[in-house]
Structures are given as C-alpha cells and as structure tokens.
C-alpha cells in the first residue's frame, strides 16, 4: 500500500515537470516574441511550478518512509509539512500577483504598456486548457491516495490556470483599449489563490494537531466493533488523523465471566476487523473492560 502510494506519487509529479517545463518555455518565447509583461511573468510562475512539484516529491519520499527507532509512528506527517510550504508558496504567488496589479492601478501608466500579439493570447489560452486538465489529473490521484501535498500541488496548478485567465483578459483588453482589466482581473484571481492556500494550510495543521476524524468514520468504527460477537458494549473510543492515516483508541466491554484467552480472541478479532475494514487506520490499540453480562 505504501509502495502504491509512493509510486502513484512519483508519476503525477513527474508528468507535472514535464507539462510545467515545456508550458513555461513556451510561454517565455510567446512573451518575448509577442511584447507581453503578462505571459512573459505568467512563465515566471509556470516555472516556479517545478520547484513545488520538487517539494512534493520530497515530502512524499519521506512520508513513505517506513518506521524507525527515532520514529516509532512513522513519517506521515511530513507530508503534510510538504502541504504547509506549498500553501506558502501559494499564498505568496496570489499576494504577488495582487501587489502588482494593485501597483498598475494606482500608478495609472496603462497607456505606457505596449501592446501585446496574437501569440500571447493563444500562448494563454493553451495555458489555461493545460493546467486546468493538470488540476484534475493531479486533483483526482491526490484524494485516490489521500495526500495532502499532491492536492496542494493541484491546486497551485489551478492558480497558474486562474493567473493564465487574468493574463488572457489582460491581453485582449489591452488590444482593446482598455489595459487596467489585466489589473483588475489579477486582484479578484488574488483573492481566489489565497483562499486556496489556506484550505490547504488549514487541512494540513488538522492533520498534524491529531484532531479526531469525522463523525461518519467513527461511527463505523463502533459499530464495527459491536457487530462482533462478544462485545457487549463500547465505553471509549478515541481517534487521531496522523498525516493521511488514523490512530485509534477503543476500549470495549466483554463478559467479566470469560478467560484472559478468550476476552483477548475478542479483542484481537476486533482490532484485525478494523484495521482490515478501515485502510485509513494504521493502528488500533483495543482494551477490553469486564462487566457483568
């Protein structure tokens, strides 16, 4: 399973450089070529795509890694430090992006900007339909496998989707006549780039704090257990998100008449019928509680 994790990983990541340095170069040449600030700064961000994609791959590698003596619990939880730098990053690119269209509106130099080409709009709109299919190719392998860092990473896909709709806007109001709507489109891009970044920051600290899992989940974790013969009741269970896995506590009641042997057989059937049922759970630790049936 963690093989499979790792692997999946690797070849979204990989196809994402790929896609990322060959839409950059293109970008850069219909930038130049074309007299547009706009798609020559939208290359800018495509390659910085990479760097992320390396931050992905790192954070993963890691994460994959199997228990060890300094960690016992495993190395889940980096990835989710992956997930933090990106939404970072993510965070930065969107205020970058906002402090330069807010500096051209208020500097009020529209008539100053050159006039871009043909080549730049059809430089945007390819990079549009290319990173919107990379969000979902990405988007869709990142909850397959449940990674935080691969979903952060789709979504600065779809912010280089968002700068690329801002720089299309740009470009065909400034052949228009009116070059403040490059501006004005990359303010309200802004604002959708942060709020991205922070349902990422947010899902990764969840993930890190051990908050409990959703309600849904742990009502089927008990009446998973209580569909076992012998329990006769449940009187705690206690779960705890570790990166993409969970950690559970469960204390169960069973018949104080029965052996050690067989409230242990109970205990053990249960503890293998949840980890079996449930993939997400890494461990369970079941204690059984004597009562009178």
């Known amino acids: 399973m963690e093989n499979q994790f790792e692997k999946v990983a690797m070849k979204v990541s990989f196809v994402s450089i790929v896609a990322n340095l060959i839409l950059s170069a293109f970008k850069l040449f219909a930038g130049i070529f074309a007299h547009s600030g706009a798609m ?142 490059d501006a004005a489109a990359s303010l309200v891009i802004c604002l959708f780039i942060i709020k991205a970044a922070y349902e990422i920051f947010q ?32 009187d705690l269970l206690r779960t705890r998100v570790f990166g993409n896995k969970i950690y559970v506590d469960l204390e169960i009641c069973t018949d104080g008449s029965k052996s050690l042997w067989e409230t242990h057989a109970i205990a053990q059937d249960v503890h293998d019928s949840i980890e079996k049922s449930f993939p997400k759970v890494k461990h369970i630790m079941v204690h059984v509680n004597p009562v009178e049936e």
């Open 203 to 234: 899902d990764a600290i969840d993930k890190m704090v051990d908050k409990a899992c959703d309600d849904a989940t742990e009502e089927g974790l008990k009446q998973c257990a209580l569909g076992h013969k012998g329990v006769i009741g449940i």
């Open 40 to 181: 020559i700064s939208d290359a800018v961000h495509s390659a910085s795509d990479v760097f992320s994609t390396f931050v992905v791959i790192v954070g993963i590698k890691i994460a994959s890694k199997a228990s060890d003596k300094e960690h016992p619990y495993g190395h889940e939880r980096m990835e989710c430090v992956a997930a933090i730098i990106l939404a970072t990053i993510l965070c930065i690119t969107g205020l970058g992006i906002g402090s330069s269209a807010a500096a051209t509106i208020v500097s009020g130099k529209y008539n100053e900007l050159a006039i871009p080409g043909r080549l730049a709009l059809v430089a945007a709109l390819c990079s549009i339909l290319v990173k919107e299919a990379m969000f979902w190719y990405t988007k869709i392998h990142a909850k397959r496998i449940d990674s935080s860092a691969l979903m952060a990473d789709a979504w600065h896909h779809r912010s280089d989707a968002l700068s690329s709709i801002g720089a299309i806007i740009g470009i065909a109001g400034a052949r228009l006549g009116y070059p403040v709507m």
